[in-house]
């Protein structure tokens, strides 16, 4: 009987550190790369969450889904496999269940956001935006940081975003 009580308290110890260990994860925010090549890595820096891709390519797409909320400061950074600066973005698009937004390093400060309509469309006309939205494109030593404003996914579950660079390999 004695074995019996042991087994059952070393079982009970296994999953009550489990699920300690698992409570403790620190990442807010699951990474789904499209390309296979491409790596992402978060960490915090000076109280902000810091999303940093790797890019085999120049052009990749992302999807990032909270596992509970949002952080409220983020930031995208974006880094070349190969060791090329990544300086210029063609094209940067963001599009979460409200909102998408279209950019490029040419429009800090100033990016175009459209609305979703009543049945979830985005407009397509680049000329007539809904807004601007402050977002800034800056280099961080060869990288590229492109940083949001706060709390701007507050209530959203999943973001995408995509991107071409003005340089691929």
């Known amino acids: 009987m004695d074995s019996i009580r042991r087994l059952y308290l070393v079982c009970g110890v296994i999953v009550v550190t489990g699920l300690t260990l698992s409570a403790a994860d620190p990442t807010p925010l699951k990474v789904q790369l499209e390309f296979p090549a491409d790596k992402a890595t978060i960490t915090e820096e000076d109280g902000r969450t810091v999303i940093s891709v790797t890019s085999a390519g120049g052009i990749g797409r992302m999807t990032l889904s909270a596992k509970d909320r949002w952080p409220k400061d983020v930031t995208l950074r974006l880094r070349y496999a190969g060791g090329h600066p990544f300086k210029t973005l063609e094209g940067f698009d963001v599009t979460s269940s409200r909102m998408q937004i279209r950019a490029g390093t040419a429009d ?3 990016a175009r956001f459209f609305l ?17 939205l402050k977002i800034e494109f800056k280099p961080h030593g060869d990288d590229l940081d492109i940083v949001f404003p706060s709390s701007l996914w507050r209530d959203e579950k999943e973001v995408s975003f995509q991107w071409i660079d003005f340089y691929r390999v």
Do not use: Y
């Open 108 to 110: 800090t400060n100033k």
């Open 116 to 132: 979703a309509d009543d049945d979830g469309k985005f407009s397509r006309d680049d000329l007539n935006p809904t807004g601007w």
